[in-house]
């Protein structure tokens, strides 16, 4: 059993970056692809970034791609997102997940959930 633990959240002014980070204790994390999900407010939660076991592929939501950057560091067992000219839309809570499948977002089936971290993003 895996438990994942988000941490990097907090109030960000609009056009600033932060990296979040998720950091994976017992197995679930080593050959597993890993996702980050994000919920904003009154809307569902969705998946913004993936990357595969071996951290070499990655895949992104198409709104997002070029301003998030997913990477994970399997000798720490952690994984990041780092996230650029941050909007007021990017307001969320972000949930870091596991999963024992395919790591592109069309096909991403999360398995463990970490607590969540909130990002604001407000001037």
């Known amino acids: 059993q895996v438990q994942l633990v988000e941490s990097g959240g907090g109030l960000v002014q609009p056009g600033g970056s932060r990296r979040l980070a998720c950091a994976a204790s017992?197995?679930?994390?080593?050959?597993?692809?890993m996702g980050w999900y994000r919920q904003a407010p009154g809307k569902q939660r969705e998946l913004v970034a993936t990357v595969s076991w071996s951290g070499r592929y990655t895949d992104y939501v198409d709104s997002l791609r070029g301003r998030f950057t997913i990477s994970r560091d399997n000798a720490n067992n952690t994984v990041y997102l780092q996230m650029s000219n941050l909007k007021p839309e990017d307001t969320a809570v972000y949930y870091c997940t596991n999963s024992p499948y395919q790591y592109l977002i069309r096909t991403y089936v999360p398995q463990s959930w970490g607590q969540g971290t909130q990002v604001t993003v407000s001037s």
């Open positions: 017992g197995s679930g994390f080593r050959g597993y692809a």
